[in-house]
């Protein structure tokens, strides 16, 4: 594989860099909850800095279509970047125009400025080519940080390319490379995925059986995998459409019982929100008014043991609604067993917001090998689907 990286490149000195991150972070009041990011990103961002480059940082923020675009704003993320890298971060209001072009003409070697947020303008995510021609106006290089957007077809990430020598962010280059060893993984390989929709990550789920040892589901996937044979799974979130279990079935006949593993027990309420009595029950014995909100201790130590013997592990997605006390255990009992596994013994890769969230938890996203930017991406590339954002920078 090869892949097109700013470090090698020895035009990008002394030049204008148009940085597309991804700093999609929470914002609440004007200040940032969790800025993993961010952090995630200063590597490309110091060294373009040694480089006495002037960089232009793009983002996207939420989805500002759908609310007040005040609560949108990227300032906070011109001030979190100016404490973490102890240096003077400028903001401008806006990302093309006049007011960007100004910005741009005043800035010396080593100045940073952000761009307010890029979803600002509808042109983005319709991958409009005189908006990414008007991005491209600002800078002499462009530079996809951004993993996280990798996989949508948007004019800061596709189109601009079009116009400016482009090449590849640090971060980019260690995620395609880690998600590779993933594509081409050391046996055993096992594959821990969990979530809300099956319907979402079922071309990763075909793809990935392929190669994996076991692939262990747990959350709502669960859910519909149950339903689909046919179980009780009361009133527990689950997809149910027709022609999506016929699939299922039919991948599942494909795959096999010893290669697609389901809880054996469940852990559950009989309330909506998870209060009151919660009942570790065998998946066979779930009744109609069930919730099913974690995987149980029997399925615990069923999965540990396929974890303990891989080479090769991949996470997706929380077994159970883990941020409630009462069913986080089956989650972070995984997330302890994969981080003491990762680092050495085998080569552990998690991604998705929640899984970040999930590690963090536990105390072990340290431990694992490689902790992915973008839930959404990570799947789209080990899926298979079609990146936009790094065609013409990733030759496999």
């Not at 979190?80 to 400028?90: D, S």
Request: glycine share 8%.
């Amino acid at each position: 594989m090869h892949v097109k990286s700013i470090k090698r490149a020895e035009e990008a000195r002394s030049k204008i860099i148009f940085l597309r991150s991804d700093f999609n972070v929470p914002i609440k009041d004007g200040k940032i909850s969790d800025d993993y990011k961010i952090v995630a990103g200063l590597e490309t961002i110091r060294f373009l800095i040694k480089r006495n480059c002037r960089i232009i940082i793009a983002t996207h923020l939420g989805e500002p279509a759908k609310g007040n675009k005040k609560d949108f704003t990227t300032k906070p993320i011109a001030t979190a970047l100016g404490r973490l890298l102890k240096t003077k971060v400028g903001f401008v209001e806006d990302c093309v125009g006049p007011k960007a072009h100004k910005a741009v003409k005043k800035m010396k070697a080593k100045d940073i400025i952000v761009l307010e947020n890029l979803r600002f303008h509808n042109e983005e995510e319709k991958n409009n080519q005189r908006f990414a021609r008007s991005l491209a106006s600002l800078a002499d290089i462009y530079v996809n940080n951004a993993f996280a957007v990798c996989h949508r077809n948007h004019a800061s990430v596709s189109a601009i390319k079009k116009y400016l020598p482009s090449y590849a962010g640090t971060l980019v280059e260690k995620e395609v490379r880690s998600l590779n060893k993933i594509l081409k993984p050391k046996k055993p390989l096992v594959v821990l995925m969990g979530g809300a929709k099956i319907s979402t990550k079922l071309m990763l789920l075909e793809k990935l059986s392929q190669a994996a040892d076991q692939v262990m589901l747990g959350g709502a996937l669960a859910n519909t995998f149950l339903y689909m044979l046919g179980l009780e799974v009361g009133r527990s979130v689950a997809e149910k459409d027709e022609e999506l279990i016929e699939q299922l079935a039919k991948f599942y006949k494909i795959r096999g019982n010893k290669k697609i593993l389901l809880p054996v027990d469940v852990v559950v309420s009989q309330k909506k929100d998870g209060s009151g009595k919660v009942v570790a029950k065998n998946v066979h014995k779930v009744s109609k008014n069930d919730f099913i909100y974690d995987i149980g201790p029997k399925t615990i130590n069923f999965y540990a043991r396929f974890i303990k013997r891989a080479k090769t592990i991949v996470w997706n997605g929380p077994l159970g609604m883990f941020e409630n006390k009462h069913f986080k255990h089956g989650t972070l009992a995984m997330a302890h067993i994969m981080g003491v596994k990762s680092t050495g013994p085998a080569f552990g890769v998690a991604g998705g917001g929640e899984t970040i969230e999930a590690l963090k938890m536990s105390k072990m996203m340290e431990h694992v090998d490689w902790v992915s930017t973008g839930g959404g991406a990570m799947l789209s590339y080990l899926g298979g689907e079609k990146m936009p954002g790094l065609v013409g920078l990733i030759k496999k």
